[in-house]
């Protein structure tokens, strides 16, 4: 049975095969989406064998010395953790797939090029990275991921996507590359060139018991290069560029799967290969603080909606470091229980964003699709003309919102029963509190914008085809019922917890039919919602028929614009908490004043070396000098 | 001064007194006039267009200017044969309603206006119809037009704000569309004259001379009272009347009791409208008392019905007199309680500082007036430049504030509060003995009037020329929000939406409280009665 | 025994409520000279907007604008079965105080959808006005969640009910105190729903039995913060306790109702400015609160 991890490989290969050498784009990106949802369902069966018994397959690819043997063996092995990432990806993957059917039809041939091909192997990609099973081939699928979604992120071939995707490419791609310094340095130093996982979680933590040095370095190198891809704030940049100039349905992967590999990593990492540090903790919670601040903050002020949902994701990003930075910094200190429960509810948050931020994606791809624009502004009522969307948006923004009892809800209620408890965590406990009334707030206005305000003009538009509203529709009835019943995920994630070797038994945290932490925090999502939904339905049946009539504008009759602009939601607010944005920008500032100058040093040398007499004069002046000193010292 | 501009310019004088001047110049000749007057510290104080065929003239436009300083109404007439007179309002803005009033109403064509659009007529009244022409009659009701919806470009950076016709913090139809950004106001505008009454055309059209004064005290719910004095001081003026002394004494008195009550109503709904109620329920508590002196004066809650073009309708007898003076000493007292308590609210004080700036410069150009003005730093008041009544023997202060914001404007009014208090003490006490009324005097037609009062908002004008048979031939009343009114969009330019029924309701929009209460008790009407009874009633 | 005393707080509750609204209605009056309406008015007031058939705007997103005062309503009732009112009695293993607070900004962030679901601009500005406030009241309200939870490890209802009083939680509850009455719309932080300004903000467009369940539901809000602030004080248990919070209702409700009576409204920055304060304050709570005392 351990062949089926090879299913989605081929999948993906046949797929990405046929969508290169198929003239016409347009049928070629939708056999690649069609093999991509048929390869994103072999995941979610990788995924579902993967929680019950681990799955491994090895591959020598060829004879050869020492130094290369360390790339013969590709070993892929599904355990508990990987399996909840391939979950991930697999139900994402297959929404986003297919989606993509009907959304790409609007694409222009040439624009379908780059993607028909890339498609099916940014989806291969990301499930390689997460079941090889060896730290080098980990890197090498790693890099693949971020040069094939790269492709993606260009492929309208717009100016600015072009930008995006070239900043996308450079900042990852020197994140990646701290990663890659990390990992040659395990492989050579630490662990003597034994690359797969299981050696390495036997030598590492033995290793870096004794040189502490090491595992600073190393965990520096590591953190910089999730962070960048993970869009950690002070690295977070190319996220919102990048992310809306994709495809909405890879912009829904990116944001929804993409960012959560780095997150991955550090579980992997920090969980399995390395002593669980306070330290890494503290840092990891510092700066998911700073994420999830900057994050929401600039999302408020966005106009586009890609863009919000972006910012958002840098945002959400946030909340699941802080569930891993909580959990190992409180493991550490020796609340096993408290910790163990923070790094279910980061696992949980992962899932749960991956679910709602995907669904949003796929939203604002649809009402992309009908009406043409992004942009805010250009938007209003739609409600009325794409009543699925709207139904499957509201219920992504209530998620996102953290509304008692959706999903989104009940991740966070976790964090906060975590790191409250704490006097050491409970500052970020309180900002993620802060920050979820104002994620709320972002969501408002996203949705508002779009579904309910009055359009500037009236858009005539009708709902998206079955192939887009379907996914949109599973991905909300996932929230939905993640929310009420969370014992359905909380289950798995607990025992994916404890296959990590972190202890935390039920009557630590037990999740049916109530998810109660002992002593500290309680929550009956099924109730609430029965409640609610039963006091709201009786209400509605008892008010009946609703009249309507004019809305009433002091009895004019003018044609005015009654809308409320979206850059105009929370002004006071913003200009109250001003210092912020300033803040920012005085940073954005001063990295583009150091670039300058980086630049300016570079541009001088470079033209300093079309000069080359000049250059070899100076060389031979240098060199004279360090004969001449080191020539002293020696005597 | 004035004569040596006047001739520079070709003026004819027409006819003068002490108080006013008319003249007549040529059509060229008016706009440099008007310019000149307007440097040398003249206002635009009122517009009349008059079709003036029935005295066997030509159409003719009457600007009215003003000047606090030479003490003098300087009315400047000029005629027109084909309708087309040059527009003055590039020079003076503050006249540019009243030339858009006469092109609504006579047809009027002003030359070089900047905006010559409709401002009084509906959209649906038909076109090349002037109800103030003399062959339309007061009663003819034309076939209306069907209504083009504006087709104003849209505007998506900002909310465009419907303030009114109908709303809450309005309390008459006005209509403000007000251009929001967030919570910043970027942008206002105007439109009024929602409830025109067409008041002029039923005065020339069936009323006698000594029934306009029961029209005329109809025009305001507030300040009706300086309505029926300002024009019964236009007739006086045409005919050569004067009051005797003890009339205008009685005058003097019924006008600052309608100055208080009016005050302290504003005072009470700004109070309603930052939210702060107890302060609205106490100002008008402290009202109430003064509505029951107009009551014990005049037999009505408001000081309707009492005034003719000969003088007062009733005599104040010795024992009422000293009941009066008795109230207001306590009504006084309380009142300084009270405002020292409220002004003591920092919150509340802040609330109102630095919103709704009016500034000086534009204040003048518009022609702003009353406690408007006074708050804006211009020192105008005419109970002491053009003195009327017995204005001229008592003795007042006319409080000016230079800030020009909302604070401003109820300093103003709290201190004229308290000048009236004054005023009412001394005019009281200083009444002289003697008739009320002149009853023998006859009033020639054909002859201009002016007459101008002090009313709690500004600086009314009345515009008169007789007619035969005792009629009025043109009765023209400007009262003082129509000269205010354009200065708001200025005032809420980026200021809060927060502030801007307050700023609205600085410059005093007024509403009718007549009303007597009626006490219902099961279906029917058990008591009716002044309303500090009914309280007492309802308390038994 | 617990299922009779939740129906009787259930009862307690939906009665009381609308009562409490006149009670204050009768305080403001008296403050300012008036004889005021009968404490019964505001029930009145709601039976006869009950009777009344709701009128919806003709363009307005009709599902969320009919359906947002009833979630609000809902929600807030639902808080109900988690906080004890007049009998010591909840349902307490159902939620804890996160659940409690996050149902309050539900009810919240329900009106606001309603009022930008109903197209009309001063609805529109009314809500926005709701969330620029309950942003930094959520800011000072965390700080204030995060001092009893640290002082009494726990967040559930057994344990916050009372609190342990020590010297941060008594600051934190004090700053409570206020947010209690800046939560629950009064002047001068009715902003929302300011009444000269933009009409009843988020509620213009509401008519008939859906202006009742608004309606109630703000009443609703009121009588739960005033609930969760007696909860943190008043004992448990004992015979004294229902004694107690009846008198205690009643005095908050005049406290209150005095203060509002003399104040004027803020425009939304001062509230926000003043939100910042009592931000700073929690956070001193909270300080003292890692501290130990």
């Known amino acids: 049975m351990n062949q089926a991890i090879l299913w989605p490989v081929y999948l993906s290969v046949i797929g990405a095969v046929l969508g290169w050498l198929i003239p016409r784009k347009k049928p070629a990106a939708f056999i690649a989406n069609l093999l991509t949802a048929f390869a994103s369902l072999a995941i979610c069966i990788v995924a579902y064998r993967g929680f019950f018994s681990e799955l491994h397959f090895g591959l020598r690819l060829f004879n050869a010395g020492a130094p290369l043997n360390l790339l013969n063996s590709v070993i892929f092995h599904v355990d508990k953790l990987s399996a909840v990432f391939l979950a991930i990806i697999g139900v994402l993957g297959f929404c986003a797939s297919i989606y993509g059917l009907s959304y790409l039809g609007h694409y222009d041939e040439e624009k379908l090029a780059l993607y028909a091909f890339h498609y099916p192997l940014f989806i291969l990609s990301m499930y390689l990275v997460v079941v090889s099973w060896n730290l080098i081939w980990f890197i090498v699928f790693w890099e693949l991921m971020t040069l094939f979604s790269q492709f993606l992120v260009v492929c309208e071939r717009s100016e600015r996507a072009i930008k995006a995707g070239y900043k996308y490419f450079c900042m990852t791609k020197a994140g990646a590359d701290f990663l890659l310094l990390a990992v040659v340095f395990v492989t050579l130093k630490a662990v003597g060139l034994h690359a797969d996982y299981g050696s390495l979680s036997k030598l590492l933590p033995v290793y870096f018991a004794e040189h502490e040095g090491a595992f600073a370095a190393i965990t520096i190198a590591l953190l910089i290069g999730a962070c960048v891809k993970a869009a950690v704030v002070p690295l977070h940049s190319w996220l919102p560029d990048a992310h809306p100039e994709a495809p909405s349905n890879v912009s829904a992967l990116l944001s929804g799967v993409m960012i959560k590999m780095p997150i991955y990593l550090m579980f992997r990492f920090f969980l399995t290969f390395a002593p669980v540090s306070a330290t890494v903790g503290l840092i990891i919670m510092v700066l998911a603080a700073l994420t999830l601040l900057f994050g929401v903050m600039y999302a408020l002020i966005q106009t586009d909606s890609k863009r919000l949902l972006a910012f958002s994701s840098v945002e959400q990003i946030g909340y699941i470091t802080l569930g891993l930075g909580a959990g190992m910094w409180l493991i550490a200190m020796g609340h096993e229980s408290l910790g163990a429960i923070a790094l279910v509810a980061a696992l949980f948050h992962t899932a749960n964003h991956a679910l709602y931020k995907g669904l949003l994606f796929l939203v604002a791809g649809s009402v992309l699709f009908r009406t043409g624009t992004r942009l805010l502004d250009r938007l209003g009522r739609l409600f009325s003309k794409m009543p699925l969307t709207a139904v499957a948006a509201l219920v992504g923004t209530l998620s996102i919102a953290g509304i008692p009892p959706l999903n989104g809800f009940v991740s966070k209620w976790m964090l906060y029963s975590t790191t409250l408890m704490q006097p050491q965590t409970s500052l970020f406990g309180a900002i993620a509190l802060v920050v979820s009334a104002l994620t709320a707030a972002v969501f408002v206005k996203f949705f508002t914008t779009i579904f309910t305000q009055p359009p500037e003009k009236e858009l005539d538009v009708k709902e998206v085809p079955f192939t887009m509203w379907a996914p949109q529709m599973l991905l909300a009835l996932l929230c939905i019922t993640f929310g009420i019943f969370p014992f359905l995920s909380l289950r798995p994630l607990i025992s994916t917890v404890n296959s990590l070797g972190i202890a935390l038994s039920r009557s630590d945290l037990s999740v049916y039919p109530c998810v109660v932490i002992p002593g500290t925090a309680n929550l009956a999502p099924i109730v609430v919602i029965a409640l609610i939904f039963i006091i709201t339905l009786v209400l509605a049946i008892a008010i009946g028929k609703v009249q309507a009539k004019p809305v009433w504008t002091c009895g004019n009759r003018d044609m005015l614009n009654l809308r409320l602009a979206a850059s105009a939601y929370y002004q006071r607010f913003r200009k109250e908490f001003g210092f912020i944005y300033e803040f920012g920008t005085a940073v954005q500032n001063l990295i583009e004043g150091l670039w300058q100058q980086v630049r300016l040093i570079c541009e001088s040398y470079e033209r300093l070396s079309y000069r080359l007499n000049a250059m070899l004069t100076g060389a031979v002046i240098i060199l004279l000098l360090m004969v001449i000193l080191l020539g002293g010292k020696a005597l | ?540 | 025994m617990t299922w009779v005393a939740l129906a009787v707080n259930i009862l307690f509750v939906l009665f009381y409520a609308p009562l409490m609204d006149g009670i204050e209605r009768q305080v403001r009056a008296r403050l300012q000279c008036r004889k005021g309406p009968p404490i019964t008015q505001t029930w009145w007031d709601i039976l006869k907007l009950l009777r009344r058939p709701p009128v919806a705007p003709e363009k307005a997103v009709r599902p969320i604008f009919n359906l947002a005062p009833l979630v609000a309503f809902a929600a807030l009732l639902t808080a109900f079965i988690l906080v004890p009112t007049l009998l010591p009695h909840s349902i307490t293993f159902w939620g804890d105080l996160i659940l409690v607070i996050y149902l309050m900004n539900s009810a919240t962030l329900a009106l606001v959808f309603g009022g930008f679901a109903s197209q009309n601009p001063y609805a529109h500005i009314g809500a926005d006005r709701e969330v620029n406030i309950f942003l930094v009241e959520e800011l000072a309200l965390a700080f204030v969640i995060v001092t009893l939870a640290i002082v009494n490890g726990s967040l559930t209802i057994e344990k916050l009910f009372p609190v342990q009083l020590k010297l941060s939680v008594a600051i934190a509850l004090i700053a409570f105190v206020v947010l209690v009455y800046i939560a629950s719309a009064r002047i001068p932080f009715d902003i929302p729903e300011a009444e000269p300004e933009i009409v009843e903000g988020a509620l213009i467009e509401y008519s008939g039995s859906q202006l009742a369940f608004a309606k109630y539901a703000i009443y609703l809000k009121r009588l739960l913060l005033f609930s969760l602030l007696l909860n943190f004080v008043l004992p448990r248990n004992g015979v004294v306790r229902p004694l107690l919070f009846v008198i205690a209702l009643p005095i908050l409700s005049i406290i209150y109702a005095s203060i509002e009576a003399y104040c004027g409204r803020y425009r939304v920055t001062e509230a926000i400015r003043l939100l910042k304060r009592i931000s700073i304050v929690t956070m001193i709570s909270w300080v003292i609160a890692i501290a130990g005392w």
């Open chain 2, 1 to 540: 001064m004035v004569d040596k501009i006047l001739a520079e310019y070709g003026a004819v004088v027409l006819d003068r007194n002490a108080k006013r001047l008319v003249v007549q110049v040529d059509d060229k000749q008016l706009r440099p006039l008007a310019e000149k007057l307007f440097e040398s510290g003249f206002y635009y104080a009122n517009g009349v267009g008059v079709d003036e065929r029935g005295l066997g003239h030509d159409f003719a436009m009457y600007h009215v200017f003003a000047s606090e300083k030479d003490k003098l109404y300087l009315v400047v007439k000029v005629s027109t044969s084909n309708l087309k007179l040059p527009s003055i309002t590039p020079v003076i803005p503050g006249s540019n309603w009243a030339e858009r009033e006469a092109m609504d109403m006579l047809g009027l064509e002003f030359e070089g206006h900047p905006e010559p659009e409709r401002l009084i007529l509906p959209d649906d009244w038909p076109k090349g119809v002037y109800p103030l022409r003399k062959e339309f009659d007061y009663n003819e009701r034309p076939e209306f037009v069907e209504r083009k919806p504006e087709s104003t470009p849209q505007r998506t950076d900002v909310v465009q704000l419907p303030l009114g016709p109908y709303h809450p913090a309005l309390h008459e139809p006005e209509y403000f569309e007000i251009h929001v950004d967030g919570e910043v106001i970027t942008d206002a505008k105007y439109r009024g004259f929602h409830i025109h009454r067409g008041m002029e055309k039923l005065a020339e059209g069936r009323l006698t001379l000594n029934q306009v004064p029961f029209l005329a005290e109809r025009i305001c719910g507030i300040c009706g009272f300086t309505h029926s004095i300002a024009y019964c001081q236009a007739v006086a003026d045409a005919a050569g009347l004067d009051w005797p002394e003890r009339a205008k004494y009685i005058g003097v008195i019924l006008l600052e009791i309608e100055r208080l009550h009016s005050h302290l109503l504003w005072v009470g709904v700004v109070f309603h409208l930052l939210g702060f109620d107890s302060g609205f329920m106490h100002m008008w508590r402290i009202r109430e008392k003064v509505m029951d002196i107009a009551e014990a004066l005049t037999g009505n809650r408001k000081t309707y019905g009492l005034v003719l073009i000969g003088g007062m309708r009733r005599d104040i007898d010795e024992s009422r007199k000293n009941w009066v003076l008795k109230t207001l000493t306590e009504l006084r007292e309380e009142t300084e309680r009270v405002s020292k308590d409220i002004f003591g609210m920092k919150e509340l004080i802040n609330r109102i500082k630095g919103i709704g700036v009016l500034p000086k410069e534009d204040a003048r150009a518009l022609g702003v007036l009353g406690p408007v003005a006074r708050a804006s730093g211009i020192d105008t008041d005419v109970r002491r430049d053009h003195p009327y009544l017995a204005y001229d023997k008592l003795d007042f202060k006319v409080p000016v504030y230079p800030e020009g914001d909302v604070l401003a404007r109820l300093l103003v009014r709290y201190d004229e509060i308290i000048e009236s208090f004054r005023l009412l003490e001394q005019a009281l006490s200083e009444m002289p003995q003697g008739d009320v009324m002149i009853e023998d005097y006859t009033i020639p037609s054909g002859r201009v009037g002016l007459g101008a009062t002090e009313a709690p908002r500004g600086e009314d004008v009345h515009f008169v020329i007789t007619g035969v048979e005792s009629k009025v031939y043109r009765w023209h009343p400007r009262a003082p929000t129509y000269n205010n009114l354009p200065s708001v969009p200025i005032m809420l330019r980026g200021n809060n939406i927060a502030d801007a029924p307050i700023i609205i309701a600085s410059i005093d929009p007024c509403f009718s409280c007549t009303d007597h209460v009626a006490i219902v008790r099961k279906g029917k009407v058990i008591w009716k009665g002044p309303l500090g009874e009914g309280v007492k009633q309802v308390g038994r």
